[in-house]
């Protein structure tokens, strides 16, 4: 069982990135997936969260507009669109998921310790 999260790397202020988060092991679709990054000498933060039953997706607040989180079943992938980056958004990303659970809890999506696989992370730099 893998989670491996990729398309990072070194963007200007303004740019877009498209992140993968690759499952293998296991049928992704079955399972919410969590997007989270850290940044240096911070504590991991939730981003986003894509549930697995009817798609809704969650976002916190200062990525609304920005970023888009998508599912491709047949792929087993699961994709985070990242626009209008900005230099705050530098940070180690990784995905996630909760293990036996399909949807996103809706209230608390954000807080990691809901979240049990946890695959590599990439990095996204954002100059300024």
């Known amino acids: 069982v893998q989670l491996q999260a990729s398309g990072g790397g070194l963007v200007q202020a303004g740019g877009s990135l498209r992140l993968s988060c690759a499952a293998s092991?296991?049928?992704?679709?079955?399972?919410?997936i969590g997007w989270f990054r850290q940044a240096p000498g911070k504590e991991r933060e939730g981003v986003s969260c894509?549930?697995?039953?009817?798609?809704?997706?969650f976002y916190v607040d200062s990525v609304k507009g920005r970023f888009t989180v998508t599912r491709d079943n047949a792929k087993n992938t699961v994709y985070l669109q990242m626009n209008s980056l900005r230099p705050e958004d530098t940070a180690v990303y990784y995905c996630?998921?909760?293990?036996?659970?399909?949807?996103?809890?809706?209230?608390?999506?954000?807080?990691?310790?809901?979240?049990?696989?946890w695959g590599q992370g990439t990095q996204v730099t954002v100059s300024s």
């Open positions: 092991g296991f049928p992704l679709d079955y399972y919410a």
């Open positions: 996630a998921t909760e293990r036996g659970v399909p949807d996103c809890r809706s209230g608390t999506y954000y807080r990691p310790i809901h979240y049990d696989w």
């Open positions: 894509i549930s697995s039953s009817d798609g809704r997706t």
